[in-house]
């Protein structure tokens, strides 16, 4: 006979101990750009203190530690420090279109079946290029009357196949509540899937520790997780180990990348990437077209390279490690295939 392992059972790395909790991470991050260069060795005139006031800098050290020092072409410091080229007039502030696609505060119904909640607006980082930076959120907290909300309306909308919880990081909120969630979902028989967005267990790996894999094992919709891992210098050992522990949980475990100028706009760098995941089991499942959101212009790439890229990877890769090209359009049924 086989013995199964509950997740409260399965090894827990010796790096999990209380020392470095995922909350202790987040509240001894990096919080402003003079701070981040004065750590990698970088003149603080690299960054704009000014592109920090509507959406500060965030950047814990797990993720921090994975930069190169002294390189102000860092491709994981490119997505997270300030800069003089946010100041620029150029995109909007709601680039997809969600503040009127919102039925109910922190619910999204844009695309058949699947609902999409903005659980909060926090996250583990600030990713500059982020289409959320200007989104209306109302307080970063699961609230009980949202929590409520969403379930009913959920129960109440029998074309709901999938849930997909978004933010912010939905991995912000606590275990207990998700847990509470997780039991409440399991009672609506019409909710098959249940996704999870989120960037914090690749930002800092011990997220993904006994507490939360034991609500997503008593989950009865089948788990997805949907990593944001732009770069191949993003997984590191911390990293791998935290994927072992998400596929020893059963979770199907998908990424999806935004396209960036100077961040992974190469062939080789968005090779490098999918082959490192594959080789993790973890499928390219989109790369997205930057949304033109106001301050993150500067990371636009064309769609003239966008498809080089993608040629490129069908040439060299399996075709499970070649992600879709899309792009968000307001209004639009689903995400467009370039
Ligand atoms: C992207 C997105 C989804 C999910 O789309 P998939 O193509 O299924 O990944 C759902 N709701 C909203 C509002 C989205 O932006
Ligand atoms: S983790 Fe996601 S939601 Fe949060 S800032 Fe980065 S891109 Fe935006």
Known sequence: MTEILTPSQLPVEGSLQPACDWRKALKTAIRSGRELCQAL?????????????????????????????????????????ATRFELAPTGTTDPVGEVEATQMHGLLQKYSGRA?????????????????RHFPYQDDTLGKAAFEGW?????N??????????????????DSSWLEFVTRLNTISHVKRLRVHTRFPVVIPQRVDAAMLDWVARSEAAVFFVLHINHAQEIDAAVRQMLAR??????????????????????ASQESLCRTLINEQVLPYYLNQLDPVQGGMHFDVSDEVAHEIISGLRRVLPGYGVPQLVREVPGEAHKMPL
């Open 41 to 81: 060795g970088l003149a603080a005139s690299l960054g704009e203190a000014q592109a920090e006031q509507d959406f500060p800098v965030l950047v814990p050290h797990e993720f921090l530690s994975r930069m190169e020092a002294q390189n102000p072409r860092d491709p994981l410091l490119l997505q997270v420090l």
């Open 116 to 132: 999409l909640i903005v659980s909060t607006g926090a996250c583990a980082i600030h990713c500059r290029y982020c289409f959320r």
């Open 151 to 155: 379930l009913n309306h959920i129960a």
């Open 157 to 174: 909308d029998p074309s709901i196949e999938e849930v997909i919880l978004s933010g912010g990081d939905p991995l912000s909120i606590v």
């Open 246 to 267: 998400l596929r020893s949980a059963n979770i199907t475990l998908l990424n999806q990348a935004v396209l960036l100028k100077d961040v992974n706009d190469s062939l």
